[in-house]
C-alpha cells in the first residue's frame, strides 16, 4: 500500500561500486513499474520502466529487475557515482486505473 | 523550457488562509497529477485530471482541498483554511495518455507550502 509516515532507509555505497535498491509493490495486479530519482528539493526524474511482461530492462548503467512471483522490484546502478545521491521511488499502476502508487523511497548515499 | 511548469515554488500561509497552487503541464499534455509528499516521506496521489475534467480524487480531502483543470489555463490545487498538517511539498505531473507506451509521469520542481 502507500508509505505512511516512515523515515526513508539508507543505503551507502562507495563510489564506483555496483548500487541494488529494493522495492516490494502492493498490487499483483500492477502491470507497469517505474524507478524514479529525487534530488533534494527538487521534483522526481524517470529512471527506467518495465512491464510486467518482462522481468529485466536494461538502460544506461541501470537496470530494473521484476519478480512477479513475490511482488518485487529492484533498481540496479553500476559503477556508482556522487551524482547518484539522492532519493530514489518505485512506482506501480494498475490497469483499468489511474493512480501511480510511490513506494516509500530508498535514500541513496555515494560515499567518496 | 517544455517541462512541466509550478508556481509558486514556495508559497508561505497564515493558518485559515487559501492557498493555490498552479500547475501548466507539458506541451500537448492533456493529463495532469497532483502528489503531495511530507518531509522524509514518499509521494501520495491526490488526483488525476483532465481537460475539464476530474477523473479520480480519491486521494483529496473531503473537506477543504480542490482541484480544477480548466479549458484553457494551468491546472491548480486549492487549499482553504489552511492548518499546520497542510505544509508539505505538492507535486504536479502530466502525461500525454493513459498506460501507452510510455506511460511515465513527467513531474515538475514541486511547491513547497508553509504554513504558520
Known amino acids: 500500500g502507500e508509505n505512511v509516515g516512515l523515515h526513508l532507509p539508507t543505503l551507502s555505497v562507495q563510489e564506483g561500486d555496483n548500487s541494488i535498491i529494493n522495492c516490494a509493490y502492493s498490487?499483483?495486479?500492477?502491470?507497469?513499474f517505474i524507478w524514479y530519482k529525487q534530488e533534494s528539493g527538487k521534483g522526481p526524474q524517470f529512471i527506467i520502466d518495465?512491464?510486467?511482461?518482462?522481468d529485466k530492462r536494461q538502460g544506461q548503467r541501470v537496470t530494473v529487475l521484476l519478480n512477479k512471483t513475490v511482488k518485487h522490484l529492484s533498481l540496479q546502478i553500476a559503477a556508482t557515482q556522487p551524482g547518484d545521491s539522492a532519493v530514489y521511488f518505485c512506482?506501480?499502476?494498475?490497469?483499468?486505473?489511474?493512480?501511480?502508487?510511490f513506494g516509500t523511497g530508498t535514500r541513496l548515499k555515494v560515499l567518496a | 523550457n517544455a517541462g512541466v511548469m509550478q508556481n509558486p515554488r514556495h508559497l508561505v500561509r497564515r493558518r485559515g488562509q487559501e492557498a493555490r497552487l498552479r500547475c501548466s503541464p507539458m506541451?500537448?499534455?492533456?493529463?495532469v497529477y497532483w502528489y503531495r509528499q511530507l518531509p522524509e516521506e514518499g509521494l501520495k496521489f491526490m488526483v488525476y485530471?483532465?481537460?475539464?475534467?476530474?477523473?479520480?480524487e480519491s486521494g483529496m480531502p473531503k473537506e477543504r482541498f480542490s482541484a480544477e483543470f480548466p479549458k484553457e489555463g494551468p491546472s491548480i490545487l486549492r487549499i482553504q483554511q489552511v492548518v499546520r498538517g497542510d505544509s508539505a511539498a505538492y507535486f504536479c505531473?502530466?502525461?500525454?495518455?493513459?498506460?501507452?507506451?510510455?506511460?511515465?509521469?513527467?513531474f515538475g520542481e514541486g511547491s513547497r507550502l508553509t504554513v504558520l
Open positions: 518495465i512491464r510486467s511482461n518482462m
Open positions: 485530471l483532465q481537460k475539464e475534467n476530474i477523473i479520480d
Open positions: 512506482a506501480e499502476n494498475t490497469p483499468g486505473t489511474y493512480k501511480y502508487i
Open positions: 498490487n499483483s495486479a500492477s502491470d507497469y
Open positions: 505531473a502530466s502525461s500525454p495518455q493513459i498506460i501507452d507506451d510510455t506511460g511515465e509521469l513527467f
Open positions: 506541451k500537448g499534455h492533456s493529463h
